[in-house]
């Protein structure tokens, strides 16, 4: 059976258009996804550990002065801030005694001022004077004292915090030195570290960590300042390590759970964006794209992440390599291409 070439002209060019056009839009998504290149950086090498997150400050407020309950304003696992009033005792008595102190010294201060004038005058002696002045600063001692009674009555909080624990109760008798409230601060927060003796060193020569906020997707705090214990627990064989955090809200509560990384040097590794690495079940993989201009997707081995949201590639990835940083693009681009293959061919 004899095929007419000439019929065949047509659809034939039609087919190449169409193989072109594709080939067209391959390249215009490929030239779409953004893409990366591996690269070794000098970072800091680091090893974690596991920590407590604990209040600098917890004191417990006790009574000043001896009175009677009246009013109790907070309570347990309540938001305090400095300086606000939590308690008052009664204070009928202070108030009688400071109202005796104000009339003797508005007394003292009206006979000194009349006895210096007339001293100006020539009128009295001087000794006058001076055992009118000795009387005033007396009762001013003596109201000042009573000003203070009156303002022990009131008790406020040291510092902003929570209320972890109430001694007392409204009708209940405070004696002075008697526990009234407990409480810790929130603004000024640190974790504690159980640091192997194999480590102390290490970690004295460099005094650097950032804690690392757990579940929250590698977020991490610097910390201010870390505090070493200047021995071992005789039982643990570890140093305690204290990591202060700067003054602010990170989200974090005395008793939490976090990790510490602490640095231990500077190491060379080979780097990707976080957002590089695609999650499959158990498998890690990043959608390469190669010279051809051909993309595939390739299982890599991942070792720690860094603060600059990186991951270190351990195996699977050389220098330069190209990745794309969006694995949900670059899989609907290979989808695509493998669809419109598919099409082609039929």
């Not at 590698?218 to 003054?247: G, W």
Request: proline share 2%; with cysteine.
């Amino acid at each position: 059976m004899l095929f007419n070439l000439r019929s065949l002209k047509i659809p034939l060019l039609s087919l190449c258009v169409y193989l072109l056009s594709l080939s067209v839009a391959w390249q215009a998504q490929a030239a779409e996804l953004e893409l990366v290149s591996a690269q070794y950086y000098e970072v800091d090498q680091e090893r974690v550990l596991d920590a407590l997150v604990e209040a600098v400050h917890k004191a417990t407020v006790s009574a000043q002065t001896s009175g009677r309950v009246s009013n109790i304003y907070y309570d347990v696992n309540d938001y305090v801030k400095k300086g606000e009033v939590i308690l008052r005792l009664r204070d009928k008595d202070q108030r009688a005694k400071l109202n005796v102190s104000l009339a003797n010294f508005n007394q003292a201060e009206t006979e000194f001022n009349r006895l210096q004038s007339l001293h100006s005058k020539k009128l009295i002696s001087k000794a006058a004077v001076d055992k009118a002045e000795a009387l005033l600063k007396s009762s001013r001692a003596r109201l000042d004292q009573a000003e203070e009674n009156l303002e022990r009555t009131i008790v406020r909080a040291p510092y902003s915090g929570i209320v972890v624990k109430r001694h007392i109760e409204v009708g209940e008798t405070a004696r002075t030195g008697v526990p009234l409230f407990t409480g810790l601060s929130l603004e000024s927060l640190r974790v504690a570290v159980n640091l192997p003796q194999d480590m102390i060193n290490v970690v004295q020569q460099h005094k650097m960590a950032r804690i690392i906020l757990s579940g929250k997707n590698n977020i991490s705090v610097n910390a201010k300042s870390m505090t070493i214990s200047p021995y071992a627990d005789a039982q643990s064989h570890t140093f305690l390590v204290r990591v202060n955090l700067a003054e602010g809200d990170h989200g974090l509560y005395p008793g939490m759970a976090v990790k510490v990384a602490f640095s231990t040097g500077k190491k060379q590794k080979l780097l990707v964006p976080l957002s590089a690495v695609a999650y499959r079940s158990e498998v890690s993989a990043v959608y390469l794209m190669n010279e051809q201009q051909q993309l595939s997707m390739l299982q890599v081995r991942t070792g720690q992440k860094s603060a600059e949201n990186m991951i270190e590639i351990l195996a699977g990835l050389q220098e330069h390599d190209r990745v794309a940083i969006d694995p949900v693009k670059a899989a609907a681009y290979l989808k695509d291409h493998i669809q419109n293959k598919s099409e082609g061919r039929q």
